[in-house]
């Protein structure tokens, strides 16, 4: 799974598109692009729209209201004996925020007759201070959990900042540590490192230079605000013809001088480390293929 797209699950409009739109998933928001009047009409159409969604389309997530509002247990309520791929829990603080929606999940499931832990979890790991210093936790906390991914614009706000990016429009030093720790707490858990959103969404160029650097360091998918970014994350976290066939020869470089821990390719020294890279990236190649 390389592209997740955010619907206001208030948009009709938008929810009608979500087919086309090419995006592996889509998650239909209930937090905060829903105003609090609409939350009760979001959750019907969150619901209606899981009951109707073909199987061939994207897979459905919904992103329920945070654990600290009087509206997360009824969002769960309204959608889960609809099979959602997965929930999305913004603002968590560690891996206890896991465990309590997974219980609550355990009981939902039982309730509606689906087998225990089909419903899983993701999360907006970094949108509090607190959160910071918990992304180590993640790791073991459910075997729901198969994604981590960041924000920066509410922690933002929470930090007190008066802006999140630089002059030249560069994530300033906290959120880039969010984004870090996000990496690493996602790979720790063993689950999807999921990179975050790109507000500005008029702007390809910058959009295009950010999911590159996401593929550089270890992202596997990115999030999508607007249909338009859909398309670019998808080309950009599949590994490209070019990427296979150098990863393909270094895999062979190996094969071909047996048992070593180190050989050269192109004048270059490469051991284990570039070994399990290449045959990473074989691998995501083959996953991507095969969705
Ligand atoms: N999903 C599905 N369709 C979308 C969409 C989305 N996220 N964003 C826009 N569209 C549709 C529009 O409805 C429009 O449809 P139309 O051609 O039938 O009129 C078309 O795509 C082009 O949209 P555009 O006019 O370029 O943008 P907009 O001004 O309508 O919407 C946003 C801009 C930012 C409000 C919108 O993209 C959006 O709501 N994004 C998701 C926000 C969100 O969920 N935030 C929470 C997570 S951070
Ligand atoms: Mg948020």
Same mark, same amino acid.
Not at 167 to 184: F, Q
Not at 258 to 271: F, Q, W, Y
């Given at each position: 799974?390389?592209?997740?797209?955010?619907?206001?699950?208030?948009?009709?409009?938008?929810?009608?598109?979500?087919?086309?739109?090419?995006?592996?998933?889509?998650?239909?928001?209930?937090?905060?692009?829903?105003?609090?009047?609409?939350?009760?009409?979001?959750?019907?159409?969150?619901?209606?729209?899981?009951?109707?969604?073909?199987?061939?389309?994207?897979?459905?997530?919904?992103?329920?209201?945070?654990?600290?509002?009087?509206?997360?247990?009824?969002?769960?309520?309204?959608?889960?004996?609809?099979?959602?791929?997965?929930?999305?829990?913004?603002?968590?603080?560690?891996?206890?925020?896991?465990?309590?929606?997974?219980?609550?999940?355990?009981?939902?499931?039982?309730?509606?007759?689906?087998?225990?832990?089909?419903?899983?979890?993701?999360?907006?790991?970094?949108?509090?201070?607190?959160?910071?210093?918990?992304?180590?936790?993640?790791?073991?906390?459910?075997?729901?959990?198969?994604?981590?991914?960041? @924000?920066?614009?509410?922690?933002?706000?929470?930090?007190?900042?008066?802006?999140?990016?630089?002059?030249? @429009?560069?994530?300033?030093?906290?959120?880039?540590?969010?984004?870090?720790?996000?990496?690493?707490?996602?790979?720790?858990?063993?689950?999807?490192?999921?990179?975050?959103?790109?507000?500005?969404?008029?702007?390809?160029?910058?959009?295009?230079?950010?999911?590159?650097?996401?593929?550089?360091?270890?992202?596997?998918?990115?999030?999508?605000?607007?249909?338009?970014?859909?398309?670019?994350?998808?080309?950009?976290?599949?590994?490209?013809?070019?990427?296979?066939?150098?990863?393909?020869?270094?895999?062979?470089?190996?094969?071909?001088?047996?048992?070593?821990?180190?050989?050269?390719?192109?004048?270059?020294?490469?051991?284990?480390?570039?070994?399990?890279?290449?045959?990473?990236?074989?691998?995501?190649?083959?996953?991507?293929?095969?969705?």
């Amino acid at each position: 799974m390389r592209s997740f797209l955010f619907i206001p699950a208030d948009s009709d409009k938008k929810l009608a598109k979500a087919g086309s739109t090419g995006a592996d998933a889509i998650i239909l928001d209930l937090e905060d692009s829903v105003a609090l009047s609409n939350k009760e009409a979001a959750r019907a159409n969150a619901r209606d729209y899981l009951k109707s969604a073909s199987a061939e389309g994207p897979r459905v997530c919904v992103r329920m209201n945070a654990l600290d509002t009087p509206f997360w247990e009824s969002d769960l309520q309204a959608v889960i004996a609809r099979r959602p791929f997965a929930i999305m829990i913004p603002k968590t603080i560690s891996g206890d925020c896991v465990k309590t929606v997974a219980a609550k999940l355990d009981l939902l499931e039982r309730e509606a007759g689906i087998e225990a832990g089909a419903t899983r979890l993701f999360c907006v790991a970094t949108e509090t201070a607190a959160s910071l210093f918990n992304l180590g936790t993640y790791a073991g906390s459910s075997a729901r959990l198969f994604a981590l991914t960041w @924000g920066a614009e509410d922690l933002a706000t929470a930090l007190g900042a008066r802006s999140n990016k630089d002059e030249r @429009g560069v994530y300033t030093e906290p959120y880039r540590l969010a984004r870090t720790l996000t990496l690493a707490g996602a790979v720790a858990a063993g689950v999807i490192p999921l990179d975050g959103v790109y507000k500005d969404f008029r702007d390809e160029a910058g959009f295009v230079a950010e999911a590159r650097e996401a593929v550089r360091d270890g992202f596997t998918a990115k999030m999508a605000i607007h249909p338009a970014q859909v398309p670019i994350i998808n080309r950009i976290f599949t590994p490209s013809e070019e990427d296979i066939a150098h990863a393909r020869s270094i895999v062979e470089a190996f094969a071909r001088a047996g048992d070593v821990g180190v050989v050269a390719v192109d004048g270059v020294m490469l051991d284990i480390p570039h070994l399990k890279q290449a045959q990473a990236l074989i691998a995501r190649a083959e996953a991507a293929r095969s969705l």
